[in-house]
């Protein structure tokens, strides 16, 4: 999206707004990118330049951004020769992803180049013989054929492809080049593409949609119309008429452009005065988004290894209970030996004796210790039954307490799919709380100094008037539970299969028909099994809800309940999602 038309709206607004400054800061927060801070007319503006290999950028930004504690070698080389400079000319090689900032620091001059080339972008300082002081990214021979990036070398510009500039070309080389790669089966938009110069993915496409909303049918007819276009846009790029536009594709992508776009007309668009400023939103919330997509991966993965040992550990203790099944055999075996101990043999290894207690006296065959008597081989297997047995026991208690871990953690993992960034804190806080993982004496001490701002359940008003709360992961659901409801309140979930908390406030129990169907629909929706046709959901009051025993958040008991089956719903019936829910 960063291509020549953006660089060139960044380069008029970045003339009008930094040219002459002087540099009074530097700093690199991170191995791809570097910030200067510019004063000029009482004012501190500062640039960002990335070589980041998917998010390489540059203009101006109104983030703040600290330097680690131990600067790379090239912010220190930048600092060296730039800080106090005046930055005197700004250039971009025409249809080129390059700008050139031109600084001069008393007789010495330097350039600073931005190549915006993808993975092969790079930010490297020259001296005014356009000798290369240091990159960002060092190219040695060895990683590049085509041309090599280390101090000392002379600086040449990055090899063109033989391509026509969008400004020289003329009307009928234009047309001839587009009708012979048609000739050959190539899209409209790849033939763009190939023929120009500085033309990217999406301006093709973009020039190929206006071309084809006035097409009949005629290719020579679509090309003209293609040509015509393509004059619009040079206009444009020499004129410096620009329109920064963000676009909400269908998809909930977000798409940016220096132009209006008429490829994305029908969906939701915001116009922004600078480009700068439109470029600033874009990736600030790009970075949110990838941090938080790492964190909940990272998170998702955690939950999943742990889910592993405790379906493991499940499976274990099913198997030592398969084998505690065995305590009443024991017991019969002890029973059989003592009723019948004038049958059994002195130094026998192993003896079949009728079952007593079976109506067809099938014969059992009992293994023996040939040291012992028969007393003695009887009081080993009642031994064997009294562990068994109390085996039994415990192994119950732990399988049942191995469950309710499982459905605690499937819980969290729930939750996650759907966090939002406070969400995501929450839930790394719960864990921490439960021991799932650990942090830092040092980072815990900071988040006591600046305590993060907690989210709140999601708040619905019914068809009849009456308030919805939702939570939205245990944390919440604990607090719509135990602090926000009453206990004559509807408490709802999901049957059996991790969920929301689903509150209906100051309804009278059972709440009116539309409204505990709304609210059942939400609890569906806020479930595991969101996208079934049908999910059953269980309601009854607050004052019959426990917490489960072992006080991790969000787990409960209830008893009392009824239930619906209820198709899932974010918005059912007339139920509008309003401003959060607010302490009670």
């Known amino acids: 999206m960063f291509d020549t038309l953006v660089i060139a709206a960044t380069l008029n607004e970045l003339e009008e707004k930094i040219a002459g400054a002087r540099i009074q800061k530097i700093v690199q927060p991170s191995p791809t990118e570097i910030v200067i801070s510019l004063y000029d007319n009482h004012r501190v503006k500062s640039l960002l330049i990335s070589a980041h290999p998917s998010l390489a950028r540059i203009h101006l930004t109104s983030h703040r951004y600290k330097q680690e504690n131990n600067p790379p070698n090239f912010c220190m080389l930048m600092r060296k020769h730039l800080e106090g400079a005046v930055l005197t000319r700004i250039q971009q090689p025409s249809w080129e992803r390059i700008i ?80 012979s790669c048609r000739e050959n089966q190539k899209p409209w938009e790849k033939s763009l593409i190939s023929v120009l110069q500085g033309i990217s993915p999406m301006v093709a496409t973009e020039l190929v949609h206006r071309a084809r909303e006035n097409y009949s049918s005629n290719t020579k007819e679509f090309v003209e119309l ?53 470029l600033d939103h874009y990736y600030q919330n790009k970075y949110r988004q990838d941090n938080l997509k790492q964190k909940k991966e990272n998170l998702q993965a955690l939950l999943k290894k742990e889910l592993k040992r405790v379906y493991t550990k499940e499976k274990r203790q099913k198997e030592e209970w398969e084998k505690a099944q065995h305590a009443d055999t024991y017991r019969l075996y002890g029973e059989l030996i003592l009723s019948q101990m004038d049958q059994v043999p002195s130094g026998a290894q192993k003896v079949r004796l009728p079952n007593l207690y ?140 991790p969920g929301s908390h689903v509150i209906i406030k100051e309804a009278p129990y059972p709440p009116p ?11 569906a929706y806020h479930s595991k099994n969101w996208e079934l046709p049908n999910v059953t959901v269980d309601y009854t009051q607050v004052k019959h809800v426990k917490r489960a025993p072992g006080g991790k958040p969000g787990m409960v008991f209830y008893k009392n309940f009824k239930s619906v089956t209820v198709t899932p719903d974010s918005n059912p019936a007339e139920a509008q999602l309003t401003t959060e829910a607010k302490s009670s």
């Not at 010495?108 to 990214?137: C, D, F, P, T, W």
């Not at 539970?481 to 999901?494: G, I, S, V, Y």
């Open 100 to 179: 050139i900032l031109t600084f001069f620091r008393g007789q010495e001059e330097y350039q600073l180049v931005a190549e915006i080339m993808g993975r092969h972008s790079n930010i490297i300082l020259l001296n005014k013989e356009e000798k290369i002081l240091g990159a960002v990214k060092h190219v040695t021979s060895e990683m590049s054929r085509f041309r090599t990036v280390v101090p000392g070398k002379s600086y040449f510009p990055p090899p063109t492809p033989q391509k026509y500039f969008p400004d020289e070309v003329d009307r009928e080389t234009f047309k001839n080049q587009m009708l």
């Open 226 to 278: 293609l040509w015509d276009e393509l004059q619009e846009v040079v206009g444009c790029y020499h004129r410096g008429i620009f329109t920064p536009c963000l676009y909400l594709t269908e998809k909930g992508n977000q798409v940016y452009s220096a132009l209006e776009l008429s490829t994305y007309r029908s969906q939701p668009c915001k116009r922004y005065s600078f480009v700068s400023e439109m």
């Open 358 to 497: 079976d109506t067809h006296y099938t014969p059992v065959e009992i293994n023996l210790d040939p040291r012992l008597p028969p007393p003695a081989n009887a009081e080993r297997y009642f031994n064997k039954y009294r562990r068994a047995q109390k085996s039994k026991d415990q192994i119950k208690i732990q399988m049942e307490r191995t469950r309710e871990e499982a459905i605690y953690l499937e819980s969290v993992l729930y939750s996650l799919e759907k966090a939002g960034l406070k969400e995501l804190e929450e839930i790394f806080e719960e864990l921490n709380k439960t021991g799932y993982i650990s942090s830092s004496p040092q980072k815990n001490k900071s988040k006591k100094r600046q305590p993060q701002q907690k989210s709140e359940p999601m708040a619905y008003t019914s068809s009849k008037g009456y308030q919805i709360l939702v939570g939205k992961n245990n944390t919440q659901n604990d607090e719509v539970t135990f602090r926000k409801a009453n206990r004559e309140d509807t408490w709802l979930h999901a049957q059996k299969i």
């Open 513 to 523: 028909h539309e409204t505990l169907l709304e609210a059942a629909a939400l609890a």
